[in-house]
C-alpha cells in the first residue's frame, strides 16, 4: 500500500494527536475499510471510521494506552485503544478478525493513504457520505 506516512519502504509511522502514542507497521496492511457502523461513528466522532488492517506481528505500539472493551452491533467482542492523554483511538481489535488488529488511518495524516477496498455497514451509511468507486459495499459486514 503505497503512501501511508513518512513514504516509502516497510516501516509506516503514526502517532496520537499529542505524540506520546507511537505506531510503526512493519509490513504493507492486508485491507483498508471504510465502516459505517455505529460504533466507529461514535469512536472516530465522524460519520465512519477509516482502517487499516494487519497481523498484529507486524505492528509495534510504544507508549501507554488503555482499553475499552464491548460488543459489536452484532454482538462480537471488540476491544479499543487509546491514548489516556489525549483520547486518540491508537487501534481495535475484533474477535471475528483474530490475530488482526486495526489502525485508524487518520493516525497517518497522510492524504495520500490508499481508497478503502470495502465500505461495510453501509446500512448506516450517511447518504452524503461517497464511497470510491470499485469499493467493495456490504450493508452489515462481511457476512451481510
Same mark, same amino acid.
Given at each position: 500500500?503505497?503512501?501511508?506516512?513518512?513514504?516509502?519502504?516497510?516501516?509506516?509511522?503514526?502517532?496520537?494527536?499529542?505524540?506520546?502514542?507511537?505506531?510503526?507497521?512493519?509490513?504493507?496492511?492486508?485491507?483498508?475499510?471504510?465502516?459505517?457502523?455505529?460504533?466507529?461513528?461514535?469512536?472516530?466522532?465522524?460519520?465512519?471510521?477509516? =482502517?487499516?488492517?494487519?497481523?498484529?506481528?507486524?505492528?509495534?505500539?510504544?507508549?501507554?494506552?488503555?482499553?475499552?472493551?464491548? =460488543?459489536?452491533?452484532?454482538?462480537? =467482542?471488540?476491544?479499543?485503544?487509546?491514548?489516556?492523554?489525549?483520547?486518540?483511538?491508537?487501534?481495535?481489535? =475484533?474477535?471475528?478478525?483474530?490475530?488482526?488488529?486495526?489502525?485508524?488511518?487518520?493516525?497517518?495524516?497522510?492524504?495520500?493513504?490508499?481508497?478503502?477496498?470495502?465500505?461495510?455497514?453501509?446500512?448506516?451509511?450517511?447518504?452524503?457520505?461517497?464511497?470510491?468507486?470499485?469499493?467493495?459495499?456490504?450493508?452489515?459486514?462481511?457476512?451481510?
Amino acid at each position: 500500500m503505497a503512501g501511508l506516512g513518512n513514504g516509502g519502504g516497510m516501516n509506516r509511522h503514526g502517532q496520537c494527536l499529542c505524540g506520546a502514542v507511537r505506531v510503526v507497521l512493519a509490513a504493507e496492511p492486508a485491507m483498508v475499510n471504510m465502516c459505517h457502523c455505529a460504533d466507529c461513528q461514535r469512536r472516530s466522532g465522524s460519520p465512519f471510521g477509516m =482502517a487499516v488492517w494487519l497481523a498484529e506481528s507486524d505492528v509495534a505500539i510504544s507508549g501507554e494506552t488503555r482499553a475499552f472493551d464491548h =460488543a459489536s452491533d452484532k454482538g462480537r =467482542a471488540l476491544t479499543n485503544r487509546f491514548c489516556p492523554r489525549c483520547g486518540s483511538t491508537i487501534c481495535y481489535t =475484533a474477535a471475528i478478525n483474530p490475530g488482526l488488529i486495526a489502525i485508524p488511518a487518520g493516525l497517518f495524516a497522510d492524504p495520500d493513504t490508499p481508497p478503502p477496498l470495502r465500505s461495510v455497514f453501509e446500512e448506516r451509511r450517511h447518504k452524503w457520505v461517497a464511497v470510491p468507486d470499485g469499493t467493495v459495499r456490504l450493508p452489515r459486514g462481511r457476512d451481510g
